[in-house]
């Protein structure tokens, strides 16, 4: 049991469900009081498990690519079959995957569905490829951290088009807020991911 909660980073994961929770409540919903689509029937919660998904299979994943070299880097995980890693990845996403498509269903927003279907498509190339690639790997993954609140604005933009029309100051002040929060997620994503490249760069040379 403390092998996979090592593995499934539960305090990244808790960070991941304050962060969604605190932005929703304390700046979308003061901002868009009315026509919020996941303020209706538990659907915020039932997102934030869907991202709370998507993180978890991502780690998952990586740690099924890195296994060979966590055990070089002194950072093995315990699991003594790297394939459980992978069956518990499938298992997480397609989880994850249904409760998109419910959500995307419920709300009328199918986008949805697909964006959860795009990030576990590029979560596993990045483990896969992109992440032995100069920066490029870095910056997706940053990316993704900012998705964390990014993707709020998808869920509820039909609210944000009608502040629009109704009141542009408040709708302009909201952008600015989900620009300046997903700015700050991404350059302290990517000052942390530089310096996990440092720590891990004696198991990533060995292993190529």
């Known amino acids: 049991m403390l092998t996979l909660l090592s593995s499934l980073r539960p305090v990244n994961l808790l960070l991941v469900i304050l962060s969604q929770l605190t932005f ?8 868009l009081q009315n026509d919020l689509r996941l303020n209706n029937g538990g659907l915020l919660y039932l997102f934030v498990i869907c991202t709370v998904l998507i993180t978890a299979s991502g ?7 890195d296994f060979e070299n966590d055990d070089i880097n002194k950072k093995s995980k315990g699991f003594n079959n790297k394939h459980s890693l992978l069956i518990l990845y499938y298992s997480l996403s397609l989880a994850g995957f249904f409760i998109a498509l419910y959500i995307a269903y419920s709300i009328g927003n199918p986008l949805l569905s697909l964006i959860y279907a795009a990030a576990t498509l590029l979560l596993y190339l990045y483990s896969s490829h992109l992440k032995s690639t100069v920066l490029l790997g870095n910056i997706l993954v940053s990316l993704f951290t900012t998705m964390v609140f990014m993707i709020l604005i998808v869920a509820e933009w039909p609210a944000l088009e009608i502040q629009k029309l109704n009141n542009l100051d408040a709708y302009n002040n909201l952008i600015g807020l989900f620009i300046f929060f997903g700015l700050f997620a991404f350059c302290i994503s990517m000052v942390r991911e530089i310096v996990k490249d440092i720590e891990d760069s004696h198991g990533d040379t060995i292993s190529g």
């Open 24 to 31: 929703y409540f304390l700046v979308i919903t003061p901002s």
């Open 59 to 65: 780690y998952l994943v990586n740690d099924y690519f």
